[in-house]
């Protein structure tokens, strides 16, 4: 898996930043999964390896223009692309009225299959593959983060043990891979769980959306693999930070140290902070979680 940052900067764009938009790729699977949407994400899009065609799934942390306001555009292009895959969008109240109502005024449609999900704490969605929940966060308006969890892989199947039981190959080998029990021509119960070694625990990634502090952080973050979280401003700025709903440097990585996330990815920076300014927050944000590093736009990392 990677993930893709299409934008990182807050609020507005600056010249070397744009606002939020986060890909997250499945490199076995061949699709994408967006997180936000902010204004000129399709023009992201294009200068990076990301291919409209491969997205799949869209979730709106909330809907503030800077992570909403790029929707029409990219879905009306990727129309126009000639798309035809499924699309799904996953939102708070309101998410699908924004997309309704900016298509028909501007004259606009899609040509592909497109679902809008409106949703609130909890269960997401299953694939099979991996869970999406959502958890709610300390903003101005309703806002959500998301934990993407892969489920567990079925640990390596024990050939030499099935053999020494005088258990056969045959069609059932895959059933007993998966844990499941099957019944031999000779009436004998198998069950697979017990010939399975120890199972790989799956990936897990925390996607925050624009917050204060808040306690529902901990669990969203819990022993996470990577913790992307907005860090807005410096910790001398926390006052005017938290009454807007963000957080700084600091209470950015004591949720990451706290939570027990193996690694720390910090986003969403002020359009204040220039390039050379960046090394002052990732100076705090190391001083308290050193597995930090800073987003940065089109900067790709393998999870």
């Known amino acids: 898996m990677q993930l893709t940052f299409l934008g990182t900067c807050a609020g507005t764009p600056s010249l070397q930043r744009n606002v939020t938009a986060i890909a997250l790729t499945f490199s076995q699977r061949g699709d994408t999964w967006l997180f936000d949407c902010g204004e000129a994400t399709q023009h992201q899009y294009m200068r990076s390896a990301l291919k409209p065609g491969k997205l799949e799934k869209i979730f709106i942390t909330h809907l503030h223009g800077d992570h909403v306001f790029g929707l029409p555009g990219l879905l009306t292009s990727r129309s126009m692309g000639g798309s035809m895959t499924p699309l799904a969008i996953y939102g708070p109240p309101g998410i699908q009225e924004f997309v309704e109502t ?15 999900h409106e949703i609130g704490a909890g269960l997401v969605l299953d694939d099979g593959e991996f869970t999406v929940t959502a958890y709610p966060m300390a903003h101005v308006i309703e806002c959500y983060g998301y934990r993407i969890q892969q489920h567990d892989k079925p640990g390596w199947l024990d050939a030499e043990r099935l053999k020494a039981d005088g258990i056969p190959s045959g069609w059932w080998m895959q059933r007993l891979k998966r844990g499941e029990t099957v019944t031999l021509k000779d009436g004998r119960v ?22 204060g502090p808040t306690p529902d952080a901990l669990a969203l973050a819990a022993n996470v693999d990577v913790m992307v979280h907005e860090t ?14 963000h957080s700084t440097t600091i209470q950015t990585a004591t949720v990451a140290k706290e939570a027990g996330a193996k690694r720390l990815i910090a986003t969403h920076f002020s359009s204040r902070y220039s390039f050379q300014q960046m090394a002052l927050l990732l100076a ?7 597995n930090t590093e800073l987003a940065r736009d089109f900067a790709v990392f393998d999870i």
Do not use: W
Request: hydrophobic residues 40%; proline residues 7%; negative net charge.
């Open 232 to 245: 807005t401003l410096e910790h001398a700025m926390a006052e005017k930070a938290n009454s807007r709903g």
């Open 102 to 116: 900016t298509l028909r005024l501007s004259g606009s449609f899609v040509t592909f299959p497109m679902t809008i």
């Open 190 to 211: 198998v069950d697979g769980s017990a010939y399975l070694g120890p199972a790989t625990p799956g990936k897990a990634i925390a996607i925050f959306g624009d917050t």
């Open 284 to 290: 705090e944000c190391q001083s308290v979680f050193p």
